[in-house]
Structure formats: C-alpha cells, structure tokens
C-alpha cells in the first residue's frame, strides 16, 4: 500500500527551474563552503605533523612522492580555487546584505566573473607560488 508521503504531490521546482550562472554560484558556494572544512582540517594536520619533527613530517613528504605526489598538488590546487571562489563570492554576498546587485542579468554576469577571477587568481598564486 501506498503510504501517504508517496502519494503526496511535488512541488514542481525541478521542471520549472532553468540552469543559469547565479543558481550555480550558489551551489558551488556551499561546495567550497565544505571544502574549505575539509582543506582546513588537513592544514591542522600538516602543522601538527611539522610540529612532531622531522620523522613524522616523513608522512607528507611520503604523500608528496610519485603519483600520490600529483594527487597531492591538485588537491593543493583544488583547495586554493576553493577558499578564492568562496573568498570573493562571500564578498559579493555582503553585497547582497547590503540589498545590492539582485539584478538578474547582472547577478548572473557578476557569477560568471567570479568563477573566471578565481580560477586566474588560483592559476597566478601557482605560477608566482
Ligand atoms: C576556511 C575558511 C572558511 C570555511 C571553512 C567556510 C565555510 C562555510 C560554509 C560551510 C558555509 C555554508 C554554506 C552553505 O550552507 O550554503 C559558508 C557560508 C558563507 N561563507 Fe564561508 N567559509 C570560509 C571562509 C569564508 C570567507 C573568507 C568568507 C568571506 C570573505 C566567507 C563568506 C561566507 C558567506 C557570506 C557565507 C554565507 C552564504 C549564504 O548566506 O548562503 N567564508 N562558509
């Protein structure tokens, strides 16, 4: 028997709602959000470990060796896009907060902007880095 959550109509925002650059500025915001937890954590734990001497940083320069070694450097690299996106939209937010930039066509503009920003600025830090 059908229970009563199943039979339950849908709000219909899946079929009405248009991808556009605002709506995935958002999501992504909230991804970076998450990474940046993450990214954080494994800063602490790479400070400890530079911390507890030389044989246990032995870890990470473990990690950073061979092919480990490439998966290491384009987390590095994953984790630099994160906190720059979520750096420059969280400003575009005190924006918001301040009741600006709610235009669509603009807002849509700006997100794009953003996501082209962060990822030169990402790919700057890199090359100067
Ligand atoms: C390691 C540093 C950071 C971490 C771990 C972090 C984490 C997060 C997380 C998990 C969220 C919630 C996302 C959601 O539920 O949609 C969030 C939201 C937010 N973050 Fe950050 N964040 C960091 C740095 C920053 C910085 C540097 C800025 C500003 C320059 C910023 C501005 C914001 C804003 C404005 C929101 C609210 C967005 C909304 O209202 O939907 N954050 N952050």
Excluded: C
């Amino acid at each position: 028997m059908a229970s009563k959550a199943d039979t339950r109509p849908l709000s219909p925002h899946v079929q009405v709602w248009r991808w556009h650059a605002t709506m995935a500025s958002s999501i992504l915001h909230r991804a970076t959000g998450v990474a940046n937890y993450i990214g954080a954590v494994l800063t602490a734990i790479w400070l400890v470990l530079l911390a507890m001497g030389p044989e246990a940083y032995g870890i990470v320069e473990t990690l950073q060796t061979g092919v480990l070694g490439v998966i290491f450097t384009l987390v590095l690299i994953g984790f630099t896009f994160s906190l720059t996106y979520h750096m420059l939209n969280g400003i575009r937010h005190l924006a918001w907060d301040a009741g600006k930039g709610f235009d669509p066509k603009g807002s849509n503009l700006r997100s794009i902007l953003i996501i082209i920003a962060s990822v030169v600025i990402t790919a700057l830090i890199w090359i100067l880095a």
